[in-house]
């Protein structure tokens, strides 16, 4: 059974992530939460972050990382490939208010 504070805390990042981060496809802006990447994302980054202060590069590689299917699942692409460079800039706000608040 997980702890319920850790809970809280991934819920928490996965809900700024999900709202602020989004994919860049054909112009369209899909957000992590409607592309329900935002808690598989959360749950990586809280587990990174458990292990010591997240650097900018360790953050970006969690993102190239997570495989996006695309095609159903014929390709995958890192998700730092689809994210764009203004959306990589909030994620990393998110980020560092996240570490943060860590005790």
């Known amino acids: 059974m997980s702890d319920p504070r850790t809970t809280e805390v991934i819920e928490r990042l996965a809900a700024d992530l999900g709202d602020r981060v989004y994919m860049d496809i054909a112009r369209w802006h899909l957000y992590l939460k409607d592309a329900h990447l935002d808690k598989i994302l959360a ?12 650097k900018e590069d360790q953050a ?9 299917d695309i095609g159903g699942g014929r390709r995958q692409i890192p998700l730092l490939d689809l994210v764009p460079v203004q959306a990589q800039l909030a994620y990393m706000d998110v980020v560092e208010a996240f570490q943060k608040r860590l005790p």
């Open 60 to 68: 970006l590689g969690i993102l190239r990382e997570i495989l996006v």
């Open 43 to 54: 749950q990586r980054l809280y587990a990174q972050a458990e292990q010591g202060t997240l």
